[in-house]
């Protein structure tokens, strides 16, 4: 009788190699839409990668990853970084138990390792109105390059987009909507929609901007040459830590990264009276929970926002 010419499965393994890892990682990354939560991921499972390679064949599992959350947590990363390295190892398990490089068992022990706790609410950076207002004066608005500056930072600060949102905005998304601007039907983290009302001095800091470069259509903002020139079609997110760094630091603030400047204009709505579902709306967060944070509040039971709203019947003994 013929023997049979069928493959057998293939076992799955309790020690990956480089190649398994690698596979593995490029299962995780494909599932991923968002190019930032990409980013995110790539770096966190390299890193895990190069940790998990440097020791004597361990094998993957919860153990093994256990340790390398103690590793983490003596050399005293925050919480919420050990947190999201974890989540991207737990994906990298996951994903080679479903290609068939790692035991269901392993994997679904690797999905019980518990993350660092976290001490507190991290509260973030955001300037205040006035240190806002020096940040917007540092561009200089009669060169090209002070104008995309300053349109950069507008838009950061009054609208509140993301890094990866300002790259890819378009000069097509800027439109009318009940006589106001507004940066129409952008697409952002996990492919949410928003729209996205644009201040005056933000849409004439554009203005200046389109007008200084001669841009009418494709990508607002662009890179600029040595000579002073737009270069390419594209903006990347270096550029825009760079107009950040060395504005914050003709201005004095220390450690202002872009997203502190989405905080900001957050909290600046906040103080000026805007209503939480509408910040939440602007920022297009998915839960009002993340816009809370981001505003450093929360639902107060003492002195509650209902207990007065001209309903409530006049205290005894009252005409």
């Not at 361990?58 to 093994?64: D, G, P």
């Not at 959350?69 to 190892?89: C, F, K, P």
């Not at 872009?258 to 967060?285: K, M, W």
């Amino acid at each position: 009788m013929a023997k049979s010419k069928m493959k057998r499965k293939r076992a799955p393994k309790s020690v990956l190699k480089l190649p398994d890892l690698e596979q593995s990682k490029s299962a995780v990354l494909n599932s991923l839409t968002s190019p930032s939560s990409q980013r995110t991921y790539d770096d966190a499972i390299r890193e895990f990668i190069e940790w998990y390679c440097s020791e004597p064949r361990l094998a993957f599992n919860k153990t093994v990853v256990t340790r390398y959350r103690i590793s983490l947590e003596q050399q005293h990363y925050a919480s919420t970084t050990i947190n999201l390295r974890l989540a991207a190892v737990r994906r990298l398990a996951y994903e080679a138990a479903d290609c068939g490089l790692l035991s269901a068992d392993l994997a679904a022990g690797i999905r019980r390792v518990k993350g660092a706790k976290r001490l507190g609410m991290p509260v973030g950076n955001w300037l205040s109105a006035e240190q806002g207002k020096r940040l917007l004066r540092t561009a200089d608005v009669d060169s090209l390059r002070g104008k995309r500056d300053y349109a950069t930072l507008a838009i950061l600060l009054g609208c509140g987009l993301r890094r990866t949102e300002l790259t890819a905005l378009r000069v097509e998304d800027i439109q009318q909507r009940e006589e106001h601007w507004v940066i129409a039907d952008l697409i952002g983290k996990g492919g949410h929609i928003r729209t996205i009302p644009a201040p005056d001095w933000v849409k004439a800091g554009i203005d200046a901007w389109m007008t200084a470069s001669g841009i009418v259509d494709g990508i607002l903002l662009r890179a600029i040459n040595k000579a002073g020139r737009v270069w390419g079609c594209g903006f990347s997110s270096k550029v825009i830590w760079g107009v950040v760094k060395e504005k914050a630091k003709i201005c004095e603030i220390p450690t202002l990264a872009p997203h502190d400047l989405r905080r900001t204009c957050a909290r600046l709505c906040h103080q000026a009276g805007g209503e939480l579902e509408q910040i939440q709306f602007l920022l297009g967060h998915v839960s009002v929970q993340t816009t809370e944070r981001y505003l450093g509040c929360k639902q107060r039971f003492h002195n509650a926002v209902n207990d007065r709203i001209g309903l409530e019947p006049p205290p005894p003994g009252s005409s």
